[in-house]
């Protein structure tokens, strides 16, 4: 049971790269979020999903996209990536809604544009 | 819209000593969330508190939900080096979203 897992762990983009994060979860977990982690910013919510098939947008969604056409898998998407966008991104899984369940958190993703 | 503030930004502590961290809210919560962050890890749940004027202890921590529910605090008695990381406080108004605050980080000097 590996929880949540996160690829790339580490990744150098040049501006207007695209990339594609993958997370995945084996937890059967309806819920997936994915976070970007900003020095003095706290977590701050990019996209989630409430299950396979749908997603919305969170608190600071511009210049990203995501997809869950599995269960278990939440693809984010920089398009066009910007010197702005270096961060280190968590995703994050709960079984039900975030109001009531815990959530649990892959590794992370520190991205670095240059 | 809705905002989470965690205070202090940093504490720097003296092994043995205790530690306090504060979050409050501009808007009632329906509960909030405890996570600990190790240096270069990941947020791990520690525990909800849902209901007003709530309290619970975890060994050395102590977690306390205000009576009006827009404000919270961990306690830590003690501190041990094994503390150090980042603490960080997500309330939710029973919508969806959780706010996290921006977190207290926890030095510990042996």
């Known amino acids: 049971n590996a929880g949540v897992t996160q690829t790339p762990k580490f990744r150098v983009l040049k501006t207007g790269q695209s990339m594609t994060l993958l997370c995945a979860q084996d937890?059967?977990?309806?819920?997936m979020y994915w976070y970007r982690q900003d020095p003095g910013m706290g977590l701050r919510l990019i996209h989630y999903?409430?299950?396979?098939?749908?997603?919305a947008k969170g608190e600071v969604p511009d210049g990203y996209n995501v997809s869950r056409l599995k269960k278990q898998n939440f693809l984010l998407g920089l398009e066009s990536a910007a010197p702005s966008q270096t961060s280190v991104y968590f995703c994050?899984?709960?079984?039900?809604?975030?109001?009531?369940?815990?959530?649990?958190f892959g590794p992370g993703t520190r991205l670095t544009v240059l | 819209g809705q905002q989470v503030m965690q205070i202090p930004q940093y504490q720097h502590v003296q092994e043995g000593e205790d530690f306090t961290t504060y979050c409050n809210s501009s808007?009632?919560?329906?509960?909030i969330q405890w996570y600990k962050q190790r240096p270069g890890g990941h947020p791990v749940f520690l525990i909800q508190?849902?209901?007003?004027?709530e309290v619970k202890k975890q060994k050395r921590l102590t977690f306390q939900f205000g009576e009006a529910k827009k404000n919270s605090s961990l306690h830590i008695t003690a501190t041990q080096t094994t503390d150090v990381g980042t603490y960080f406080c997500?309330?939710?108004?029973?919508?969806?979203?959780?706010?996290f605050g921006a977190g207290t980080r926890l030095f510990v000097k042996a």
């Open positions: 808007t009632t919560l329906s509960n």
């Open positions: 508190l849902v209901k007003s004027g």
């Open positions: 937890m059967n977990h309806e819920y």
């Open positions: 994050a899984s709960s079984r039900d809604s975030s109001s009531r369940d815990t959530q649990y």
């Open positions: 999903s409430v299950g396979e098939g749908t997603t």
């Open positions: 997500a309330g939710n108004t029973g919508g969806f979203k959780t706010i």
